[in-house]
């Protein structure tokens, strides 16, 4: 009946094994320069970063803005889903990264003379306001899943097109806006990540502070009251988390599609549904896909770059579509359809 | 009556306004002799009558669209077609800058029938045939595949990033006689033909058992409707860029205006998509006064607010 999985530790032990191979791997790939694992070793024991240029200027800073994007994003697509209960739900999905991106763009074709953290923050106001009218439409009883979805993709397509409108209007910088907005990985150095980093650590142990009250959201409404907990607070502060998270993504990177929709979805297929499990197991499996898709898109083409949101949208759009036609046959087998 | 005069009226109103008004050098019907004469020939007159054409052909599609799947969510732009389209026309025209008329009209069709084609593979996995509404999300995902790869190659080719990206904005200002041509042709072959689907259109509303019951194959009418809509998307396509979301409101607004008779719902509908993009294309033109804005940015602002609404509301999108 249910096929038999893999315990846990052995699971988490795989993934994090295929992790550290796969970032071992993506240091020495790339159009730039060939490296030979002698020389990489020495870059990383040798005590300082600079002892090699492409290495520790060029790679590390992409690998460690994986690391950080990758369970940012994660744990927002964990907490969108369980918020609304919607395997469909995450923050690209839903629209909350466009209208984000809509306002990272005005700040940076528009705003750019305040300073450069008002871009998080602009970000943040964008997303905040979209996640609160999903929210709000996700609570209401009378729409469908898919229904839902579809409004997202409308909201989405809605800024996307308010995106052309600035871009058009201002068409001096209209390559890095348009590089910004398919999500690339180019051109960061390691001192810009050092705040980003310490606050993505912040968000993404903040949840595992309530992780146990989370699985409560597996229930419905009417059930978690009468569990006695507190159901609008939880609520609203895993809501402002998630926008947090994937802000913070957005702000760095800019969107970066499909990864916070597929990670948590074969987090959840690779173990049973409990969110202390699934949360951690997709912060690993996003950042996996990330270092893939980053590490494809410096080497298919050497030496031209795809950037990674490219990559995540061409392969995750039918990933997501295999992931719908799974549900379906394993609705029909349980017999619900 | 009445309705069919105001109808007239506007149509020519519109005209006028678009070829005379809003314009940075304006001049009026009665000089149009010697260098106006020859602006109002050979630059507003054919923009003029690209804005109708490109309107109604995308009217049209859109109406084949949604009758042949009876979602009123449908579209071309929103099914796909139209990224995968200007997918392979931005290709085309990076490759080989100077291309123009019949190998851009080639290049875009068969983006469009690639685009179809892998739309019917995603949603057979999907199994659309039992979830119908299904079909949007494919579409969707379609869609962001395809323009992910459109950004690629624009961002790539980084000489000409500019002007591709004002042309995937979609507008029809700087059209010439020339192009005009690449638009008609398709646009009244395709017009006669659906003018025979007009009857089984009007059966196809009541259920495919009904359909078969008067004689119509249901599968064979939504093969030609899709393969009609797939030829006048990509004319468009190859001449003004891919103009979003005309396919999706006009025929929900014709539908308020005409009712639900094919028989008048379809060439109505045609002509009103052909007047909502001359206006469309007049009042953009006041965005940004004197200089140009691309039509392109109005439909796709006017059309995904009234998507949202459309997917909001109950009862519309049966799902």
């Known amino acids: 009946m249910f096929k038999k999985r893999m315990s846990f530790k052995m699971t988490f032990i795989m993934v994090f094994c295929s992790l550290v191979l796969s970032t071992l791997l993506s240091l020495k790939s790339g159009g730039v320069g060939h490296f030979s694992w002698n020389e990489i070793y020495h870059f990383l024991f040798s005590g300082t970063l600079?002892?090699?240029?492409?290495?520790?200027?060029?790679?590390?800073?992409?690998?460690?803005?994986?690391?950080?994007?990758?369970?940012?994003?994660?744990?927002?697509?964990?907490?969108?889903?369980?918020l609304t209960k919607n395997p469909l739900g995450s923050p690209d999905i839903l629209g909350v990264n466009s209208a984000g991106s809509f306002m990272g763009i005005s700040f940076i074709l528009y705003f750019s003379f305040l300073p450069s953290w008002f871009l998080?923050?602009?970000?943040?106001?964008?997303?905040?306001?979209?996640?609160?009218?999903?929210?709000?439409?996700?609570?209401?009883?009378?729409?469908?899943?898919?229904?839902?979805?579809?409004?997202?993709v409308a909201i989405h397509i809605l800024f996307s097109s308010l995106i052309q409108l600035l871009i058009s209007l201002k068409s001096l910088e209209i390559q890095t806006a348009l590089t910004w907005l398919s999500g690339s990985f180019w051109g960061k150095g390691m001192e810009e990540?050092?705040?980003?980093?310490?606050l993505a650590i912040g968000f993404i142990l903040t949840p595992y502070f309530f992780i146990k009250k989370m699985n409560v959201l597996i229930f419905d409404d009417e059930t978690i009251v009468g569990l006695g907990e507190n159901l609008s607070s939880i609520k609203f502060l895993l809501l402002l988390l998630a926008v947090l998270c994937s802000s913070l993504a957005v702000s760095l990177t800019g969107p970066v599609g499909f990864v916070a929709l597929l990670a948590p979805q074969i987090a959840r297929n690779l173990t049973d549904n409990n969110i202390q499990k699934i949360l951690p197991l997709a912060s690993l499996i996003s950042v996996l896909l990330?270092?893939?898709?980053?590490?494809?898109?410096?080497?298919?083409?050497?030496?031209?770059?795809?950037?990674?949101?490219?990559?995540?949208?061409?392969?995750?759009?039918?990933?997501?579509?295999?992931?719908?036609m799974r549900k379906n046959r394993l609705e029909k087998r349980r017999g619900l359809v | 009556m009445i309705k069919g005069l105001v109808f007239v009226l506007l149509l020519v109103l519109g005209f006028y306004g678009d070829l005379f008004?809003?314009?940075?050098?304006?001049?009026?019907?009665?000089d149009l002799s010697g260098m106006e004469g020859e602006i109002f020939k050979q630059i507003r007159l054919p923009r003029a009558l690209v804005s109708f054409f490109a309107g109604a052909?995308?009217?049209?599609?859109?109406?084949?669209?949604?009758?042949?799947?009876?979602?009123?969510?449908?579209?071309?732009?929103?099914?796909?077609?139209n990224a995968s389209a200007s997918f392979f026309v931005c290709a085309y025209l990076v490759m080989d800058k100077q291309s123009k008329g019949i190998s851009l009209l080639g290049a875009s069709f068969f983006g469009s029938f690639l685009g179809g084609c892998l739309l019917f593979l995603m949603g057979h996995f999907v199994e659309v045939k039992k979830y119908p509404e299904r079909i949007i999300l494919v579409g969707v995902c379609l869609g962001i595949m395809m323009s992910s790869l459109t950004n690629l190659v624009v961002i790539l080719d980084e000489n000409n990033t500019q002007s591709l990206v004002y042309w995937l904005l979609g507008g029809v200002d700087g059209k010439t006689w020339a192009e005009i041509k690449w638009l008609v042709i398709p646009f009244v072959f395709c017009f006669s033909f659906s003018l025979f689907l007009i009857r089984p259109l009007d059966a196809l509303k009541l259920g495919d058992e009904m359909v078969l019951m008067l004689g119509y194959h249901p599968q064979?009418?939504?093969?030609?409707?899709?393969?009609?809509?797939?030829?006048?998307?990509?004319?468009?396509?190859?001449?003004?860029?891919?103009?979003?979301?005309?396919g999706l409101i006009v025929p929900h607004l014709a539908r308020k205006l005409f009712g639900e008779d094919m028989k008048k719902l379809l060439p109505l509908g045609t002509l009103f998509g052909g007047l909502f993009l001359i206006y469309a294309d007049w009042f953009s033109r006041y965005i940004q006064f004197p200089y140009e804005t691309p039509v392109g940015i109005l439909s796709g602002l006017l059309g995904g607010a009234y998507f949202l609404y459309l997917s909001i509301k109950e009862n519309v999108a049966n799902v």
């Open chain 1, 193 to 198: 990540l050092r705040w980003p980093f310490l």
């Open chain 2, 21 to 30: 008004w809003a314009h940075p050098t304006s001049f009026g019907w009665s």
């Open chain 2, 57 to 81: 052909s995308m009217a049209l599609s859109g109406q084949l669209i949604q009758s042949s799947t009876r979602n009123p969510l449908s579209s071309p732009s929103i099914l796909g077609i």
């Open chain 1, 120 to 152: 998080p923050l602009s970000v943040f106001m964008g997303g905040l306001f979209c996640g609160l009218v999903i929210y709000f439409l996700s609570t209401t009883k009378k729409i469908s899943s898919t229904r839902l979805a579809i409004i997202g």
């Open chain 1, 290 to 324: 990330l270092l893939w898709a980053d590490g494809l898109g410096r080497s298919l083409f050497p030496p031209l770059e795809i950037p990674v949101g490219v990559v995540t949208c061409f392969l995750g759009a039918p990933f997501f579509l295999f992931i719908l």
């Open chain 2, 220 to 246: 064979k009418i939504r093969l030609f409707c899709l393969l009609l809509s797939l030829l006048l998307v990509s004319a468009v396509v190859a001449t003004c860029g891919p103009l979003a979301f005309l």
């Open chain 1, 50 to 82: 600079e002892s090699n240029f492409v290495l520790g200027e060029l790679r590390l800073p992409r690998i460690l803005l994986c690391w950080i994007i990758g369970p940012l994003l994660a744990t927002s697509g964990v907490l969108f889903q369980s």
